[in-house]
């Protein structure tokens, strides 16, 4: 798709982010969430994200977006974050995805992190591709992990490393 733009999110933005986040829960292939979420939770996320960035179509409509939380409280993992992307039904596999993960790998570099983490679902295979091609590496296997829907799921360990902020 071409005519997207990237954008720092701002808290007006929420409520696209809730209803994409939503469609992610609803399809049960992205999270072990399973209720759907409200704005103001969205809302929160505003006061400890490392980073948020948005996408918008052509129209302007956010598309999809990506979020970096902090890893864990310690100060020795201050530099990591851990991340999600997400992208509206109606939008994916048009490169939004792709556009989202430069413009967070970006932020996080900018905002000093040396590496970004997620696990995915094995069966997430769009996702495991997208992230192979922004140069996330596969390093490792958490087995049943959790539950989705009484069923023991594993996930996959995928993490990029930011090398200008190793120092």
Same mark, same amino acid.
Request: charge should be negative.
């Given at each position: 798709? #071409?005519?997207? *733009?990237?954008?720092?999110?701002?808290?007006?933005?929420?409520?696209?982010? #809730? !209803?994409?986040?939503?469609? =992610?829960?609803?399809?049960?292939?992205?999270? +072990? !969430? #399973?209720?759907?979420?409200?704005?103001?939770?969205? !809302?929160?996320? +505003?006061?400890?994200?490392?980073?948020?960035?948005?996408?918008?179509?052509?129209? =302007?409509?956010?598309? @999809?977006?990506?979020?970096? $939380?902090?890893?864990?409280?310690?100060?020795?993992?201050?530099?990591?974050?851990?991340?999600?992307?997400?992208?509206?039904?109606?939008?994916?596999? $048009? =490169?939004? =995805?792709?556009?989202?993960? @430069?413009?967070?790998?970006?932020?996080?570099?900018? *905002?000093?992190?040396?590496?970004?983490?997620?696990?995915?679902?094995? !069966?997430?295979?769009?996702?495991?591709?997208?992230?192979?091609?922004?140069?996330?590496?596969?390093?490792?296997?958490?087995?049943? $992990?959790?539950?989705?829907?009484?069923?023991?799921?594993? #996930?996959?360990?995928?993490?990029?490393?930011?090398?200008?902020?190793?120092?």
């Amino acid at each position: 798709m #071409t005519g997207l *733009k990237v954008r720092p999110a701002r808290r007006e933005d929420a409520a696209a982010i #809730t !209803e994409i986040y939503n469609q =992610g829960i609803e399809d049960r292939i992205a999270t +072990f !969430e #399973t209720e759907p979420r409200a704005v103001a939770a969205i !809302e929160a996320w +505003f006061d400890t994200a490392l980073a948020i960035v948005v996408v918008e179509d052509p129209a =302007g409509e956010v598309a @999809g977006y990506a979020v970096a $939380h902090p890893y864990a409280d310690r100060c020795c993992y201050r530099g990591i974050g851990e991340f999600s992307v997400y992208v509206r039904r109606s939008h994916r596999g $048009h =490169g939004v =995805g792709a556009a989202a993960m @430069g413009a967070l790998i970006e932020a996080a570099r900018e *905002k000093g992190l040396w590496k970004l983490l997620s696990r995915v679902f094995p !069966e997430n295979r769009a996702s495991l591709a997208l992230m192979a091609r922004m140069g996330f590496e596969e390093i490792g296997v958490h087995r049943k $992990h959790g539950k989705l829907e009484g069923v023991w799921m594993d #996930t996959v360990i995928v993490e990029r490393l930011i090398p200008e902020n190793l120092d």
